[in-house]
């Protein structure tokens, strides 16, 4: 950067951008920031190139204290803040400086009469409203005080005067900006514009957060006529669901404390992709229907081929492998206890692409790291009570479906033995276990269960026959003396006839087909006890 030739060759005069032939100059930058971080280097940075920084409260006072030269926005206004810092800077000369347009002369014109000094730039970042809503036991009325009045006021007038003034929202920015100053470049338009979108976005996050929040807090909707998410990204993914889509994760903000894959921690192993959230995502869902007892969870192309609940966890893995030997390669797999050496031998001897639990002891860590790009997800919470609540999203190309989360508990419905042959205690426990597991896997779908462990599952077809049929061919002998269960009912007895042909002695199912007499005549054949739950669980 080259120095001022003159009097004082140490005083920078104040850079310029171009924009089309008018040559604006940037004299003058308001700075008022909730985030203190990289303000401070920031502010001495603008000094040096001879930028008068104006500023309020908090801000100014750090600025002030670290020997930054700034001039309190009181004093340009002659108005001092007022009501515990709710009026800082909601004044005519403050946005009458920030909004004028430069290539208006009737602005300019009024500028001049009555004082009033362009600024440049505004610096401004929004009251943590929401880190404050994630403290425990906070106040109504400390939620409301952290609700910035001003700042957005600012941020929105600078962007929406972005051809002539700068706005910078975020301390990511900072040193793009300030590589420009200092070479004394042209701020180019392209600049310029993506710093105004990225200030729209701060604002409109953070009014969606205020409003999604207070919805909650102060009324029981849960589909409003206007909905607005909020996301932030947590990772690019190398692509999407195939090499040529492009694809990214966002969290929703604000997080939730709930035991998911958006807060898993990877303890080792490659970037997930696109389909590992995916699979993750189903296998971390499945796991939490089990908290009482050791569990695990095979996925393989988001939908389960193995669910074991045992005394141990080793036997719960072997159990929801035997399931099904040849899905599990490159699946995802799920535990709700902390992995030891003794299951981490067993899983080694198979390429898995990630393993799920709430710990990893350090024999299982050193088994593990054997296996480089094997993703190791830690994720706390998982053995213990888990509140599951609020709504679930699906995009459509053009919009959003949206729905409650399906989290009712098998043993809270109203079970209706249908048949001649009642089931056993011990058949409506492996009902009610069956019940927890094909809720997870894709429609149309049957598994077959002995006690808590599966032993076929069928999914994803376009019949329910077909599915009972995949299911018994692949369980084969194992499908004798099993517990049934199905996601919706029967519209026909096919698939009751070839679960009977197989062997299994129970079946649990929601009912309601026009044909319901016709399969529990089928049923009552076959010598099956049959239940309804009443309970659909269609997962698309």
């Known amino acids: 950067m080259k120095k001022k030739q003159g009097k004082n060759p140490n005083v920078f005069e104040p850079f310029s951008y171009v924009d089309k032939v008018k040559i604006m100059k940037i004299k003058r930058a308001l700075i008022s920031v909730s985030d203190k971080d990289g303000i401070l280097n920031f502010s001495k940075e603008l000094s040096k190139i001879n930028i008068e920084i104006l500023s309020t409260g908090g801000t100014s006072s750090i600025l002030q204290d670290a020997g930054i030269?700034?001039?309190?926005?009181?004093?340009?206004?002659?108005?001092?803040?007022?009501?515990?810092?709710?009026?800082?800077?909601?004044?005519?000369?403050?946005?009458?400086?920030?909004l004028a347009r430069r290539d208006k002369k009737e602005h300019l014109n009024t500028l001049k009469k009555h004082s009033i000094d362009k600024i440049d730039i505004v610096v401004c970042n929004l009251y943590p409203f929401e880190e404050t809503i994630q403290k425990s036991n906070v106040s109504i009325n400390e939620v409301i005080e952290n609700i910035?009045?001003?700042?957005?006021?600012?941020?929105?007038?600078?962007?929406?005067?972005?051809?002539?003034?700068?706005?910078?929202?975020?301390?990511?920015?900072?040193?793009?900006?300030?590589?420009?100053?200092?070479?004394?470049?042209?701020?180019?338009?392209?600049?310029?514009?993506?710093?105004?979108?990225?200030?729209?976005?701060h604002t409109a996050q953070y009014d969606s957060i205020i409003s999604n929040y207070l919805r909650n807090k102060w009324t029981r909707e849960i589909l409003p006529d206007h909905n607005n998410l909020t996301m932030r990204k947590i990772q690019d993914m190398r692509y999407g669901e195939n090499p040529h889509q492009k694809g990214a994760f966002y969290k929703s903000i604000p997080s939730i404390d709930e035991p998911c894959i958006s807060n898993a921690v990877k303890l080792q192993g490659k970037e997930l992709s696109f389909n590992n959230i995916l699979d993750a995502d189903c296998a971390i869902e499945c796991i939490k229907e089990f908290t009482k007892k050791p569990?695990?969870?095979?996925?393989?192309?988001?939908?389960?081929?193995?669910?074991?609940?045992?005394?141990?966890?080793?036997?719960?893995?072997?159990?929801a492998y035997a399931t099904d030997v040849y899905s599990p390669f490159g699946g995802i797999v799920s535990f709700n206890?902390?992995?030891?050496?003794?299951?981490?031998?067993?899983?080694?001897?198979?390429?898995?692409?990630?393993?799920?639990?709430?710990?990893?002891?350090k024999d299982a860590l050193s088994i593990f790291g054997k296996k480089e790009n094997l993703r190791l997800l830690e994720l706390k919470g998982l053995n213990g009570k888990i509140k599951r609540e609020g709504m679930v999203f699906r995009s459509v190309v053009g919009g959003f479906l949206s729905q409650e989360r399906?989290?009712?508990?098998?043993?809270?419905?109203?079970?209706?033995?249908?048949?001649?042959?009642?089931?056993?205690?011990?058949?409506?426990?492996?009902?009610?276990?069956?019940?927890?597991?094909?809720r997870h896997v894709k429609s149309n779908s049957v598994l077959f269960v002995k006690g808590t462990k599966t032993v076929a599952i069928g999914g994803g077809q376009t019949s329910r026959v077909d599915a009972t049929w995949i299911a018994t061919h692949k369980g084969k002998e194992n499908i004798k003396g099993s517990i049934m269960a199905s996601d919706a009912f029967f519209p026909f007895r096919d698939a009751v006839d070839v679960a009977a042909k197989a062997g299994v002695k129970a079946i649990i199912q929601p009912g309601g087909s026009i044909r319901d007499n016709e399969v529990i005549k089928a049923a009552d054949e076959h010598e099956i006890a049959m239940v309804f739950s009443g309970q659909r669980y269609f997962r698309h």
């Open 406 to 438: 399906d989290v009712k508990e098998p043993e809270k419905m109203k079970l209706r033995s249908v048949t001649k042959k009642k089931p056993s205690k011990e058949d409506l426990e492996s009902m009610e276990f069956s019940i927890k597991c094909v």
């Open 295 to 319: 569990t695990c969870v095979i996925i393989k192309h988001a939908t389960p081929c193995g669910i074991a609940v045992s005394g141990n966890l080793l036997q719960a893995w072997k159990d």
């Open 69 to 98: 030269k700034i001039k309190e926005v009181s004093k340009v206004t002659g108005f001092p803040e007022i009501l515990d810092g709710r009026v800082k800077t909601l004044h005519p000369i403050i946005h009458a400086g920030i």
């Open 337 to 361: 206890r902390e992995i030891g050496e003794d299951v981490a031998e067993e899983l080694s001897k198979l390429f898995l692409e990630v393993i799920i639990a709430p710990g990893f002891n």
């Open 148 to 201: 910035d009045i001003g700042g957005p006021t600012l941020i929105r007038a600078a962007a929406k005067n972005y051809k002539n003034v700068l706005v910078v929202t975020n301390p990511g920015q900072y040193d793009d900006v300030l590589k420009k100053l200092k070479e004394k470049k042209d701020i180019d338009l392209k600049l310029r514009e993506k710093l105004a979108v990225e200030a729209y976005t």
